[in-house]
């Protein structure tokens, strides 16, 4: 009887938690406001960006062993795996928000709009891997730590950030939000990068380090840019009202970045060929062939006493 009479009490306890929660999601608007489909699922969207990983790169990423008689077996089965996860989420993604009325006004066109971008992105996987070659050899040429390529497509984290920016941009484009941030912020708790998808970046991406790297939505990165950890490159304001403005810099081709600069702005063009030192705050524009830095006062070195023993 005390058993019972306890089991009682959770249950009531926890109607009462129940019935709190509720009665905060309608009047908070917790619950999602699309009550035909949840928002894409973070797991689901992570499984498929490592298929993709390995769809990229077989035999560095995915469990299944390679061969040479069973590559195209496998490529086909990620493909298909890829495609079913990736088209539902998608989906949810459009659907999510493109509602009347707490229902999905255009179903049947976000399903099929969620398709097409997906089959698109698996038609542009080797363009993509293409771009990732060239990033590749930034990477090892670029950093004299670097043994083999090897290292770098497996290890290097810059090039975790540069590999999910690039898939993760291609659905930006397409019109696609939430999947492309889930992506790009998967990196950023990883590895400590924050890429937003919005970010146009081109050929020979060399990040190094990374670790507290910031390159914000509008921002436009030329060819073989070169940036170091710490650095940047954001917006003069928080705005809303500035949402559809370019608000972050240009980087122009050939341009190197040093630790912890910070370059705002998004009138603000840092030329070509042009060197920003370590820690400069910069918020006007520079010519090409210009180089950036702060003048430091000379170290000032006082000697101390030996400590008594």
Known sequence: MQAM????GTIRRLKKIVGTLH?????????????????PSRQRVLDAL???????????????????????????????????LLSEEVFKSLCYVCTEGGRCGTKARCRQRAAAIVWE???QLP??????????????RGDPAAKHREEVILAYPGFAAIMAHRLAHFLWRRGETLVSRIINESIHQERGIDIHPGATIGREFFIDHGTG?????TTVIG???????????????????????????????????YAGATIL???TVVGRGSVIGGNVWLVQSVAAGSTVYNRAPEPIVRKRRPPQR
Do not use: C, W
């Open 5 to 8: 009479g306890q089991a009682m």
């Open 23 to 39: 009665r905060s999601y309608l009047r908070k608007g917790g619950f999602k406001h699309n009550r035909e489909h949840n928002a």
């Open 50 to 84: 490592e298929i993709l990983r390995a769809l990229l790169f077989p035999g560095y990423f995915g469990s299944t062993p390679v061969t040479a008689t069973n590559i195209e077996y496998v490529t086909g089965q990620r493909m298909v795996r890829v495609e079913e």
């Open 121 to 123: 992105l698996l038609e």
């Open 127 to 140: 363009a993509i891997q293409n771009q990732l070659y060239g990033d590749i050899e930034a990477l090892f």
């Open 213 to 217: 790297l910031v390159i914000g939505e």
């Open 223 to 257: 060819d073989r840019v070169k940036l170091y950890q710490g650095v940047t490159l954001g917006a003069l304001a928080v705005n809303k009202k500035l949402a559809d403005t370019k608000r972050h810099p240009t980087i122009e081709d050939d341009v190197t970045i």
């Open 265 to 267: 702005g998004g009138e």
